[in-house]
């Protein structure tokens, strides 16, 4: 949302309970973790995240949509689901958790009884089309299960999935002949001429398989899916909805839409009915492959039989060893707000991949994954930052492993020889900026992760942040920044790649491979030419080497000097350096007072409205942007840890709650989840690939880190309450910890650090240049 999230002091670690209705429904399975999570966080306002059934990393995301709008209008629908409306549109099969921009919500089912309408309707019009009102207190999710009763349609729905397969179960009132709608005209950020192509095909009384290619965020992505049901259809019809359709062909075999056994075009839709005659439950089965009709029905097989209740308790035992990687001790909100937060960030990047392990890859091609799973959604400019850095250290190394496999398979498969940059699908959409598939393959490295090649990881990077045609790189190679007239974003490009330039001299370095440290190393510094000391600003400098004028540190639009952001949140971003940082601004009380300047700001929020993914500001803070999410930790860098915790105090408080609107910005596939999850341990990765975190404040009393090497960490609290914002003293495994950061090793080997909390600030710790955080050049 575009105006931040405003609670009191107290409200961080008060009452602020959301309540899902039905929580306690019958049969709902129990679990110390998933009970702690509220799925609808971030369903209100702009958080776009969705409330149905998916495992983590799963390939199936099955949620309601309320409405699919054209993509001019679809922004608060980006996830398909939106918690202020009162009508459900039907049930899709696949959606982003928190994405800016959109697409998906492919395969569109709906079950109703009565007569078959084949139009969905109007939200403001009930009875109008197949679509159908709800009440949120007839309506249950957790992670792995979503449930809800439409009232139009009289039917009770019920929403599970395996990685591949989503379970539908549907009750009808007795005496109801079911049905069902199966409409593939529409999706998420629709428009008249997206769909290219689609096939609808009866496979005997109880199947049906089909495909769609659509033009959208990734263009010419085709999806495939096998549909099978619990008893054979009665009746049927395979419409295409299509008109004026110049060029007809031939008339396939089937007089009318109730006799034909295949169907294909652009507009497809079906119309089934089924014997209703026992009022049993009907159970539909849908898989998805990205290769094939064949693909899906063979990725059936992943969930055998019919019984929904073991499938959703496979969902939920799924969740709660995926949560269990933290055991969580703090008050109910902050407790759940953390779980929450944790299960936002397993959704993404998610399994592509069918069952023989057949995937297809950026160049529409099919591919065998052999000795990893491929995995897709990256929303690299937001996840580098702490999602993927989370995931080396809460999940097994193969998921790290298989990750940066499918990054390396990309650059491969890719018609132009880089890794992905916003890939879904395996498909890439050229979204943001950036080479940040580097960061999260240097990180990984950096950490001694295995199961990849390093040489062939480092062509692939250097490849990648070679390749001259891509966003300004030719200019960037030869100038040493992105001139601002001849390249849009120049500024923040600039910044960013230099960023990424450090994280393949960091990898190359550890290899030996001195000849591209230099390189890179040198190049990781061109952050400085785009730096006006003279206003203490990141500025966009044209081809002449001249800044651009006129300059107001305000100033933010699409295609402007900066990727959604001012001149504001971008001159903090350095974060390999910010020793150089630091000098530049004339020292450690320059960086203070100018991050003081940001967030104490008297700013009209109207400034930033007309951007809207600039959101949840504090000052020119804007929380609901990654630019800024290692901001406040930047305080540590100048000796002043103590600024850091009260800023955390602050961000914390005001920009996350249990609560549909309870994120105030995307959450950007996990992203924003993230920021949280670290933050609420004390600790946080301004510099993924330097192996260090800096050190905050933890916001749980305890926290244990169940680590997949079977070590365990635990972070604790003592003093801990609303109104001991600050650390008085650290230990690391009962040893003094002067430091404000600590290294990944530490962690990973297990032990415990302890934080004495007090009410007032301890301006020494931390404070010694020996103390602070690694930076590229010396402080």
């Known amino acids: 949302m575009r105006h931040p999230l405003k609670f009191s002091a107290g409200a961080l670690l008060a009452a602020l309970v959301c309540s899902s209705a039905a929580h306690a429904q019958s049969g709902a399975a129990k679990g110390a973790h998933t009970d702690n999570v509220n799925v609808f966080v971030g369903t209100g306002g702009d958080g776009h995240t969705f409330p149905g059934a998916t495992v983590p990393f799963g390939m199936v995301q099955l949620s309601p949509d309320t409405q699919q709008r054209h993509f001019k209008q679809g922004y608060p629908w980006a996830a398909g689901y939106r918690y202020e409306d009162d009508s459900i549109l039907g049930f899709t099969h696949t959606h982003f958790s928190g994405a800016g921009h959109s697409d998906l919500g492919d395969i569109l089912l709906m079950p109703t009884s009565g007569e078959l309408k084949l139009e969905p309707g109007y939200p403001e019009r009930s009875f109008s089309g197949y679509r159908s009102r709800f009440s949120h207190k007839d309506e249950h999710a957790e992670p792995g299960y979503y449930a809800v009763k439409l009232l139009d349609n009289d039917v009770d729905v019920e929403l599970t999935t ?272 950036g080479y940040h598939a580097v960061p999260i393959i240097a990180d990984a490295y950096m950490k001694g992760i295995k199961g990849f090649d390093a040489d062939e990881a480092l062509r692939a990077m250097t490849a990648s942040a070679e390749y001259g045609p891509y966003g300004g790189l030719d200019y960037y190679m030869k100038l040493g920044y992105v001139p601002s007239d001849l390249e849009p974003e120049a500024a923040s490009k600039t910044v960013e790649y230099a960023f990424d330039d450090w994280t393949i001299a960091r990898m190359a370095e550890k290899m030996g491979r001195k000849d591209v440290a230099e390189r890179y190393y040198k190049r990781s510094l061109n952050y400085r030419n785009v730096f006006d000391t003279k206003t203490g600003f990141v500025r966009a400098k044209k081809s002449d080497g001249q800044f651009r004028e006129p300059f107001d540190p305000l100033a933010a639009n699409y295609g402007s000097d900066y990727t959604e952001g001012s001149a504001w949140q971008y001159s903090w971003y350095s974060p390999q350096d910010n020793a150089g ?58 000796g002043a840890p103590y600024k850091t915790q009260g800023r955390l105090n602050q961000i914390v408080a005001s920009q996350y709650a249990d609560k549909p609107d309870g994120l105030s910005g995307n959450d950007d596939l996990g992203q924003m989840s993230a920021w949280l999850v670290f933050t609420s341990l004390g600790f946080y990765p301004v510099a993924p690939a330097s192996n260090e975190y800096v050190i905050g404040r ?82």
């Open 162 to 433: 395996s990685e591949r397969v989503g379970l539908h179960r549907y009750r009808f009132k007795a005496g109801a002949t079911p049905k069902v709608v199966l409409d593939l005209r529409s999706s998420i950020y629709d428009w008249s001429g997206k769909n290219l192509w689609a096939r609808m095909r009866l496979r005997g009384s109880d199947t049906i398989t089909g495909m769609r290619e659509t033009r959208g965020w990734a263009p010419g992505r085709q999806l495939f899916f096998a549909i099978r049901f619990s008893r054979p259809i009665k009746r049927h019809q395979l419409l295409n909805r299509e008109e004026g359709v110049e060029y007809k062909g031939f008339a396939a075999p089937g007089k009318t839409a109730f006799d034909k056994a295949q169907v294909e075009g652009k507009m497809l839709e079906a119309g089934l009915e089924f014997d209703g005659a026992d009022n049993a439950p009907l159970l539909v089965k849908v898989a998805i492959s990205g290769v094939s009709e064949a693909g899906a029905l063979a990725n059936l097989a992943e969930m055998p039989g019919w019984d929904f209740d073991a499938a959703r308790a496979h969902a939920h035992e799924a969740w709660e060893k995926a949560l269990g990687a933290v055991d969580v001790d703090a008050p109910a909100p902050m407790k759940r707000e953390v779980y929450t937060a944790l299960y936002h960030s397993m959704i993404s990047p998610s399994l592509f991949m069918d069952l023989d392990g057949q995937y297809r890859g950026p160049d529409h091609e099919v591919h065998l994954a052999k000795g990893f799973r491929f995995h897709s959604s990256y929303s690299l400019w937001d996840t580098y930052r702490a999602l993927q850095p989370l995931m080396t250290i809460i999940q097994p190394e193969q998921r790290n492993a298989d990750i940066v496999r499918s990054l390396i398979e990309s650059q491969k498969e890719s018609p132009w020889g880089i890794l992905p940059v916003w890939q879904f699908a395996g498909i890439e959409t050229w979204c943001m900026i």
């Open 581 to 638: 940082l630091i000098k530049m601004l004339g020292g450690d009380a320059g960086l203070i007072s100018k991050i003081d300047q940001e967030f104490d700001a008297k700013v009209d929020p109207e400034v930033y409205a007309h951007v809207e993914d600039i959101s949840g500001l504090i000052g020119n803070y804007a929380h609901g942007n990654e630019p800024s999410h290692h901001v406040a930790y930047l305080y540590n860098f100048a």
């Open 698 to 779: 933890p916001f749980v009393e305890r926290a244990t880190l169940n680590l997949p090497n079977g070590h365990h960490f635990t972070v604790r609290a003592r003093n801990f309450s609303p109104d001991n914002g600050y650390v008085g003293s650290v230990t690391l495994n009962g040893k003094p910890l002067s430091r404000s950061f600590i290294r990944h090793q530490e962690i990973m080997a297990g032990g415990e650090l302890v934080f004495t909390m007090q009410a007032t600030p301890n301006t020494n710790w931390g404070k010694a240049p020996a103390d602070r955080p690694y930076t590229q050049t010396a402080y």
